[in-house]
C-alpha cells in the first residue's frame, strides 16, 4: 500500500524559508514522477514542482529560483525547499506520485490531474 506523508509546513514572514518533506512507503515503481502541488483558498490546485525517475526538475515560473525540488532515494523522501517565501505561497500543499509519468514537465502541467497517490497535505501560511 503507497503511503505519502506531509511535513514541515508551517507559518512565516515574508522572506523566510521553509522545508517540506514528503516520506514514502509502498513505492516500488522504477518509472514515475513526484511532485508539489498547492491549492489557496479560492483556488484551483497548480503544480508547483515536479520530478521524474531520470532526475528531471520542473518548476512553475512563479517559484522559479526560489524553490528547489529534490529527492533522497535511499530514505524515499521528496522535498521542496522553499526561500523567499511570499504571502502568495499561502497555500495547503500536497506531495504526490504517479507510477505512469516520465516526463517532469508534462507532469506540472496536468496540476496533478493524472497523479494516483495523494498525501494528505501541509498548511503553509505566509505573512506580510
Not at 489557496?40 to 528531471?56: I, L
Not at 532515494?73 to 509519468?101: G, R, V
Request: one cysteine or more; aromatic letters at 10%; hydrophobic letters at 25%.
Amino acid at each position: 500500500q503507497v503511503q505519502l506523508v506531509e511535513s514541515g509546513g508551517g507559518s512565516v514572514q515574508a522572506g523566510g524559508s521553509l522545508k517540506l518533506s514528503c516520506a514514502t512507503s509502498g513505492y516500488t515503481y522504477s518509472t514515475y514522477c513526484m511532485g508539489w502541488f498547492r491549492q489557496g483558498p479560492g483556488k484551483q490546485r497548480e503544480g508547483v514542482a515536479t520530478v521524474d525517475s531520470d532526475g528531471t526538475s520542473a518548476y512553475r515560473d512563479s517559484v522559479k529560483g526560489r524553490f528547489t525540488i529534490s529527492k533522497d532515494n535511499a530514505k524515499n523522501i521528496l522535498y521542496l525547499q522553499m526561500n523567499s517565501l511570499k504571502p502568495e505561497d499561502t497555500a495547503m500543499y500536497y506531495c504526490a506520485a504517479d507510477p505512469d509519468c516520465t516526463n517532469a514537465h508534462y507532469a506540472l502541467g496536468t496540476h496533478g490531474r493524472d497523479f494516483d497517490y495523494w498525501g494528505q497535505g501541509t498548511q503553509v501560511t505566509v505573512s506580510s
